[in-house]
């Protein structure tokens, strides 16, 4: 057995798992070349791999959540190569203005009947709440009311959706509530499909970065966003969301968050799905606010996007013989990749969902309607 097999293999043990095993989590490696790959580039390495059908699993979803519940990417010394994203993190500003359309040309401008394979009805590619039900299209629904109840929308209320997507959640407040929305984005597949859909709707859709808000609104939310931003551009974020909120406004941001403070994002990720992306800690978010909100409430939703992605692979494999007319079998496994591997992410623990309620200093607290 090879330094790299036996390392690896001794390593999946650890957590659970065995080669050409049995069981539903463990792995079969179908090329050998798979170990070193694996060692030296971790999880960019093992997502490559697999993208090559050098592995296979039953269910990626449960490999993924035993191997970060065993903290093995924590016990594997990184690769020289992965230092450089890090290094390029503390030195540039990746998710500055003339770079943030990176992550729009790569991802949100994709096919849009792609997303639309595997999304709810609102097209809602953020996590859903699965309070009551199993049901994805009845959890994203539950998700909206949720913001709706936390923002204590109210038909006068002039409101920024920072973010935006296809506008599912800028529809279903004006449609439910009756107020005004303005949404921003910078996505132009998305924005033109908005476009067509919502005219006959109180909604205003804004090509602009984040930077460039103008206006004053009663209420802001801000929904799977944040991830965007970049940590050396939070405090900018809060600034603008500052500037534009009304002094008795409710802000609520909705964003994945990460357990400790990173300025870089998983190396297969930012190669193939999120380009420049990066997860913020609650210390990061706290510190980009302090002097400006108060937090009001913090909710926990990570378990919630367990489901959500599952949901979602669910869809995509069921739409698969639809897509695979557009698509290589290269990209299938590379979408189940991101997406299974995510929700084991999820399962661990590994990763966390977050919606935190901001006020301005004075503002009574918002009562909770929840």
């Not at 849009?112 to 309070?131: G, K, M, T, V, W």
């Not at 709707?201 to 090509?207: E, G, K």
């Not at 996007?305 to 496994?333: C, G, H, I, P, V």
Request: net charge neutral.
């Amino acid at each position: 057995m090879s330094g790299s097999k036996e390392i690896v293999t001794e390593l999946l043990t650890d957590a659970g798992i065995q080669v050409n095993g049995n069981n539903p989590c463990d792995i079969q490696v179908h090329n050998d070349k798979f170990y070193d790959r694996a060692l030296s580039l971790k999880n960019l390495g093992m997502g490559e791999a697999y993208m090559d059908g050098w592995w296979e699993c039953e269910r990626l979803d449960q490999f993924v959540d035993r191997l970060l519940s065993a903290e093995l990417p924590e016990r594997v010394r990184g690769s020289w190569k992965l230092l450089l994203p890090v290094l390029k993190a503390l030195v540039f500003n990746l998710q500055s203005l003339g770079r943030s359309r990176i992550i729009a040309d790569r991802h949100y401008n994709l096919d849009n009947e792609l997303f639309f394979s595997f999304l709810d009805p609102y097209n809602q590619y953020s996590c859903a709440y699965f309070s009551g039900t199993e049901d994805l299209k009845q959890a994203q629904l539950n998700k909206m009311d949720l913001i709706i109840a936390k923002l204590r929308l109210r038909p006068s209320d002039n409101v920024l959706d920072i973010g935006f997507g296809w506008g599912g959640l800028a529809r279903y407040v004006a449609e439910k509530v009756g107020c005004h929305v303005t949404g921003v984005n910078i996505a132009d597949e998305q924005i033109k499909y908005a476009r067509e859909c919502l005219n006959h709707l109180p909604i205003n859709i804004v090509n602009c970065d984040f930077r460039d808000i103008t206006g004053k609104f009663d209420k802001i939310v801000s929904v799977g966003m944040f991830e965007h931003v970049g940590y050396k551009n939070y405090r900018t974020f809060m600034q603008v969301v500052d500037k534009s909120l009304k002094n008795d406004g409710i802000f609520l941001l909705h964003t994945i968050g990460s357990n400790s403070s990173q300025i870089n994002t998983d190396n297969w990720i930012n190669k193939y799905i999120f380009p420049n992306g990066m997860l913020p800690s609650i210390a990061q978010i706290a510190r980009s606010a302090e002097g400006m909100f108060m937090i009001e409430d913090l909710h926990n939703l990570g378990p919630h996007y367990d489901k959500t992605l599952m949901a979602w692979n669910s869809n995509f494999q069921n739409s698969w013989s639809e897509l695979s007319k557009r698509y290589d079998k290269r990209f299938k496994r590379m979408w189940e990749y991101y997406l299974l591997s995510c929700a084991g992410a999820f399962r661990s623990r590994y990763n966390q969902l977050w919606q935190i309620v901001f006020t301005k200093p004075g503002c009574l607290q918002p009562e909770c309607r929840i």
